[in-house]
Nanobody
Framework: QVQLVESGGGLVQPGGSLRLSCAAS????????MGWYRQAPGKQRELVAS???????NYADSEKGRFTIHKDNAKNTVYLQMNSLKPEDTAVYYC?????????WGQGTQVTVSS
């Protein structure tokens, strides 16, 4: 059984920063890919950032230069560092992992950017 547990969401003012964490129940080396998605009210879930075990990373255009995905292999944790947050970044953020041809999702963590 694969579990992904997100944490780190909250309320932040525009221009602020947050770091989201995704703790995996298995070694992140065992995943073919892992990433972060988000879903705002009334909108479809969209990719924020991802990486593959081959080392390549991918960012949505609107996040390039503001968000950074990185991982701690020893802690089986993937992080999303978010800087210069904007109100339009408000959404539920989900961790995602591809493991043995199945895709797994965390329960999500709410990020609200508001003054």
């Amino acid at each position: 059984q694969v579990q992904l547990v997100e944490s780190g969401g909250g309320l932040v003012q525009p221009g602020g920063s947050l770091r989201l964490s995704c703790a995996a129940s298995r070694s992140i080396f065992s995943f073919d890919a892992m990433g972060w998605y988000r879903q705002a009210p009334g909108k479809q879930r969209e990719l924020v950032a991802s990486f593959t075990t081959g080392g390549s990373t991918n960012y949505a255009d609107s996040e390039k230069g503001r968000f950074t995905i990185h991982k701690d292999n020893a802690k089986n944790t993937v992080y999303l560092q978010m800087n210069s947050l904007k109100p339009e970044d408000t959404a539920v953020y989900y961790c995602n992992g591809d493991y043995w041809r199945n895709t797994y999702w965390g329960q999500g963590t709410q990020v609200t950017v508001s003054s």
